[in-house]
């Protein structure tokens, strides 16, 4: 986090709504990869992630130490998840990844970013099937680049735990993957 972050968050705090907007438009990807990962489409992600910004506006007071904002931003975005789809079990959301992921996919322009879309694709639906704690912290450290220590404090376990839901997330997406390519 750089010093412009701290700034924003004092400025939110006392009320400032321009600085907010920044902080929101700073961390709005994050929030939504996260959110989609729960809500399985555009329209379900931007609701948990419009939530997740009204809670943080309305509790950014209640933040003790500024230098957590990113993991305690991914808490929020974490826990409206889970409330969502406990509110939501009767949409059949996973019926709709096949459609939800076009997204991701722009029409290729040779066949090398075909081939590289549809891996992602792949990979993608293969995420969905992990357990949601295992897919956060997948997400958080190969798709942000977050270090396990931060992981580990965002998700409240050990190191350990961390370095063993990526070890084990790993083996499975391998084995999903290897699977959906011995299926074509």
């Not at 007071?61 to 990113?70: A, C, E, M, P, T």
């Not at 996919?105 to 040779?110: K, R, V």
């Not at 270090?147 to 839901?165: D, F």
Request: with cysteine.
């Amino acid at each position: 986090m750089n010093d412009n972050d701290f700034e924003l968050i004092k400025l939110t705090k006392n009320g400032d709504l321009t600085a907010f907007d920044s902080l929101m438009q700073k961390y709005e990807k994050l929030v939504y990869k996260i959110s989609y990962g729960f809500g399985r489409s555009k329209e379900n992600a931007l609701d948990i992630s419009q939530e997740v910004f009204l809670k943080v506006f309305q509790k950014i007071n209640k933040l003790r130490d500024d230098r957590l904002f990113k993991s305690w931003i991914i808490k929020i975005t974490y826990n409206e998840g889970v409330d969502w789809v406990k509110k939501n079990r009767h949409l059949q959301t996973h019926a709709s990844i096949d459609n939800e992921t076009d997204f991701l996919i722009q029409a290729p322009s040779n066949e090398d970013e075909f081939l590289a879309k549809e891996h992602k694709s792949e990979l993608i639906k293969s995420l969905y099937n992990l357990n949601t704690r295992y897919r956060l912290a997948v997400v958080l450290r190969y798709f942000e680049d977050m270090p396990i220590k931060e992981i580990a404090q965002t998700l409240q376990c050990s190191e350990g735990v961390v370095k063993n839901m990526l070890f084990r997330s790993l083996r499975k997406l391998k084995t999903s993957l290897q699977l959906q390519n011995s299926q074509r």
